[in-house]
């Protein structure tokens, strides 16, 4: 027997479970539901896959097509009504729990000037993206940041958190990002309110950037020992200023271009347990090669344009669109402007799959890194 075609024969006879269906066997399937048991192989094709295959599929949502219907739910809902006044991101693959890909959630929270979402803390970690809008503060245990376009922001699980918009601001949506899905997955989720609506701020305004957002640079004798980051607020303006130095120095990633990690400047390592964060620039012109990795990925675009092809698919993106990457699904990133570079902020939930030994990552080896588009 040639090799190939003993690798299929070993992969769809020996590996694989196949049971023809007799009336005795029904019956004895039937019988074993009965006791809450089940025979393995009518099963194991299904729960143990040769390599990850998502429930999610690929999806672009267009700010052009919810912005609007976003800041309608100032109309419709108080945040004292809601809670919290989001419009979630729903992956058809995964609506059943709530997740825009995998096992992360993802919304679009508005808030109008004067508006306060109040103070509450849960098991999920929280993040946001700035969308648009003058105003919004968050406080996180204390600590009260100013919130402008393109900055990133942590509520990590476990610390107090309210958002709010001044008075005299205008109306300001932002991106959320949570584990929610995973919480449930594990089983593992509270969530309490605060005694006050509104914690006590305790801390100097945006204090934790003014300590720990300084590069290469931390205070003396400083000591942090919580799981996440003392870094709450990563602030747009050293953020961009980073990409362009380090555009100066490297011709950045084969698969992602000029491409850095947000991190806990206290342990170089992840901002969160469960989340990670990254920022990567596009040069113009720039067409990545196509990689897949486990883990899934939720992406917006912060500033200019471009597409990308994920499992052969083609979606386009501009400045505010969202997009999610599934596990283990190939993709490649294109800027196509000769003038202008494109920006995508990403989160993702790498560090649990670096925690728990499962990451893997694998380079398109076929047609030069690039896949061929099927739709
Ligand atoms: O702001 O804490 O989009 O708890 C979903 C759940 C935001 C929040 C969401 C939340 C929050």
């Given at each position: 027997m040639a090799t190939e075609s003993y690798d299929a024969y070993r992969e769809d006879v020996i590996g694989r479970a196949n049971v023809a269906d007799t009336d005795a066997l029904r019956a004895y399937y039937a019988e074993l539901k009965h006791v809450h048991a089940g025979a393995l192989w009518t099963v194991a094709n299904k729960i143990e896959p040769w390599e990850p295959k998502s429930e999610s599929v690929p999806v672009v949502w267009?700010?052009?097509?919810?912005?609007?219907?976003?800041?309608?739910?100032?109309?419709?809902?108080?945040?004292?009504?809601?809670?919290?006044?989001v419009i979630y991101l729903e992956n058809p693959g995964r609506s059943e729990v709530v997740a825009a890909v995998g096992w992360l959630y993802s919304g679009l929270q508005v808030m109008h000037p004067g508006e306060l979402?109040?103070?509450?803390?849960?098991?999920?970690?929280?993040?946001?993206?700035?969308?648009?809008?003058?105003?919004?503060?968050?406080?996180?245990?204390?600590?009260?940041?100013t919130l402008g376009a393109n900055d990133f922001v942590l509520t990590p699980n476990g610390t107090w958190h309210e958002h709010g918009v001044r008075e005299d601001g205008t109306?300001?949506?932002?991106?959320?990002?949570?584990d929610?899905?995973?919480?449930?997955?594990?089983?593992?989720?509270?969530?309490?309110v605060h005694p006050e609506l509104q914690q006590a701020v305790t801390y100097a305004v945006d204090d934790s950037t003014l300590h720990w957002g300084n590069p290469g640079l931390r205070p003396?004798?400083?000591?942090?020992?919580?799981?996440?980051?003392?870094?709450?607020?990563?602030?747009?303006?050293?953020?961009?200023?980073?990409?362009?130095?380090?555009?100066?120095?490297?011709?950045?990633?084969?698969?992602?271009?000029?491409?850095?990690?947000?991190?806990?400047?206290?342990?170089?390592?992840?901002?969160?347990?469960?989340?990670?964060a990254s920022i990567q620039m596009l040069r113009p012109g720039e067409h990545t090669k196509a990689h897949r990795q486990v883990g899934s990925f939720l992406y917006q675009c912060c500033k200019g344009s471009g597409?990308?092809?994920?499992?052969?698919?083609?979606?386009?993106?501009?400045?505010?669109d969202i997009f999610c990457v599934p596990s283990w699904m190939f993709h490649e990133h294109v800027n196509a402007s000769a003038s202008d570079d494109a920006c995508l902020f990403a989160f993702h939930d790498l560090p649990v799959m670096k925690a728990l030994g499962l990451y893997r990552e694998q380079a398109l080896g076929e047609n030069d890194g690039h896949q061929p588009i099927v739709s």
């Open positions: 267009r700010y052009a097509d919810l912005r609007e219907k976003v800041l309608r739910s100032i109309d419709l809902v108080t945040p004292e009504q809601a809670g919290r006044r979402a109040s103070s509450h803390r849960h098991s999920a970690s929280a993040l946001r993206f700035i969308m648009e809008g003058e105003g919004a503060y968050t406080n996180v245990d204390g600590h009260k940041m109306p300001c949506i932002w991106q959320d990002g949570l929610i899905p995973l919480m449930n997955a594990l089983e593992a989720g509270f969530y309490e003396a004798g400083s000591d942090w020992s919580k799981r996440y980051s003392p870094l709450f607020k990563y602030e747009w303006g050293p953020t961009y200023e980073a990409l362009q130095r380090f555009a100066r120095a490297s011709d950045g990633s084969p698969f992602d271009g000029i491409h850095m990690d947000y991190v806990n400047p206290a342990t170089g390592g992840a901002v969160m347990a469960t989340i990670g597409h990308s092809i994920i499992n052969g698919q083609r979606l386009d993106w501009q400045e505010r």
